[in-house]
């Protein structure tokens, strides 16, 4: 008998985990995430796997979403003030999963309450690569990008609904971390033709960033993917996907050059780039930080990077704020 109450007990665990870890991610009370895309989303993955919920490893822990294949956006109204600013923000996890707390919902805390509303991307992955090829033993990126297109599909729907959220059009801005950091780049050099087929008036709007903020960017720089001792490290170049233009937004970029998941390279890349086309750009190394620290940095230097973020918003013009008022965390 015991050994059957055992067994069962034990069954039930393995059955409540199997079931946490099918379940959708959720935003917190009083948050509603809505689809995107209101029919088919386009070029869907052919039988996805089901998304779900997992937690995250490493150093600190962080719930994130895994297999997404029907995207969504989730709003978050700026507290206290509103500086009629709106930032969408593209959680990392190198387009296999989506950090959604650590890069999601965490940056959506430190902006509202600077008065700026936050739309969090829950955007598809895997599926927009980058993939693994093994016959030539690097990434590759497939010609349809589709986390472009629900990045594109976003920002078009943030204009669509400004009057509604009190946004002023020609002040939204993205924010994205890691490998959402190279969507940021995706977006801010791929809005003068659409991805998608159009679906409705929204995609009659304009998609192009008013600014962009990349932290710790990834999938930006040339060489990578190439063997440490072969490849040239002085050749700043950027992947053949990003092609930066003259009005590329204005960028904000930071990193940490003890970085070892995606090297100090991919920030210094973009920022050559943008200073070649002549695209305002300011760019912050530090030498301490590793990589996916988000809003949770300790007391190293680096962790003063969201009062740099504010600071350079004022400068650009999407604030109001006096300089004197932004404090850090």
């Known amino acids: 008998m015991r050994k059957s109450i055992h067994f069962s007990f034990v069954v039930a665990l393995l059955l409540a985990h199997s079931l946490a870890q099918a379940e959708v991610w959720q935003p917190s009370s009083g948050h509603v995430q809505v689809p995107i895309w209101p029919g088919a989303v386009p070029d869907a993955i052919p039988h996805p796997k089901p998304e779900s919920a997992g937690p995250g490893a490493g150093r600190a822990w962080w719930p994130r979403a ?89 920002l078009r729907l943030v204009r669509q609904h400004a009057a509604q959220w009190h946004v002023d059009p020609h002040k939204v801005g993205v924010i994205g971390f890691s490998a959402g950091g190279h969507l940021v780049a995706a977006v801010s050099t791929h809005f003068a033709q659409r991805t998608y087929p159009p679906v409705d008036a929204a995609d009659k709007l304009s998609c192009r960033p008013d600014f962009a903020i990349a932290i710790y960017p990834g999938h930006l720089w040339a060489h990578e993917d190439e063997d440490h001792a072969t490849r040239d490290e002085t050749d700043l170049s950027l992947r053949p996907d990003i092609r930066v233009r003259a009005d590329t937004p204005p960028t904000f970029l930071l990193q940490a050059e003890d970085d070892h998941v995606d090297g100090v390279e991919q920030s210094l890349a973009y920022y050559v780039a943008l200073q070649k086309a002549g695209v305002p750009a300011e760019m912050h190394l530090y030498a301490q930080g590793g990589h996916a620290f988000g809003m949770r940095p300790g007391k190293l230097p680096i962790a003063q990077w969201p009062r740099l973020v504010e600071t350079w918003l004022g400068t650009i013009g999407m604030v109001k704020a006096p300089p004197h008022t932004l404090t850090t965390r």
């Open 66 to 154: 895994n297999d997404v294949s029907r995207p969504t956006m989730t709003v978050y109204a700026p507290r206290d003030h509103n500086t009629g600013a709106a930032v969408v923000v593209f959680p990392g996890g190198g387009y296999k999963f989506l950090a959604m707390d650590l890069e999601g919902t965490e940056i959506c805390d430190w902006l509202t309450s600077r008065g700026i509303t936050c739309v969090l991307l829950k955007y598809r992955v895997p599926g927009s690569g980058p993939w693994w090829d093994d016959a030539h033993n690097r990434r590759v990126y497939p010609k349809v990008q589709t986390a472009l297109q629900d990045a594109q599909r976003t």
